[in-house]
């Protein structure tokens, strides 16, 4: 799985500003994916949400300015440090196993159906 932690030292008040922009972030958005650019289970997930036509937030922390900070917080607020970090209906599902696993299960549509991320006309990938 793709490394979440970088090596530049964030400080409890980035992690804070951070905590708080995940949470609005999660709660704004039927599906999040915080990713890295170049992590092949990332690629895994967001093929599979484009496969299911998913409407997702698409959050690439290689690429944002703040993509230490939010590393930090994620890590914080769920435990996990590897990219994926995937959420449903604001709740935090896990990493890609753990998303693959769901499909696998027929869990994955029936959760993304019910946060809204499946089934509505607007489906489409946003990115930050």
């Known amino acids: 799985m793709g490394n979440l932690l970088s090596s530049k030292q ?3 008040e980035e992690i804070e500003m951070a905590l708080s922009k995940v949470k609005q972030i999660i709660s704004s958005n039927p599906a999040v994916v915080f ?3 170049w992590c092949g289970y990332c690629q895994k997930v967001k093929q599979l949400f484009k496969e299911l036509n998913v409407s997702y ?3 690439e922390l290689d690429e944002e300015s703040d993509g230490g900070e939010i590393q930090a917080a994620l890590k914080e ?3 996990q440090s590897t990219v994926p970090n995937v959420f449903i209906g604001g709740k935090h599902i896990g990493g890609s196993d753990v998303v693959m696993e769901k499909h ?3 869990q994955l549509v029936p959760l993304l159906t019910e946060a809204g991320a499946i089934g509505n006309n607007s489906a489409h990938l946003s990115s930050i």
């Open 10 to 12: 964030v400080s409890k």
């Open 35 to 37: 990713s890295k650019t």
């Open 57 to 59: 937030k698409l959050y």
């Open 77 to 79: 607020l769920t435990g």
């Open 104 to 106: 696998r299960a027929g």
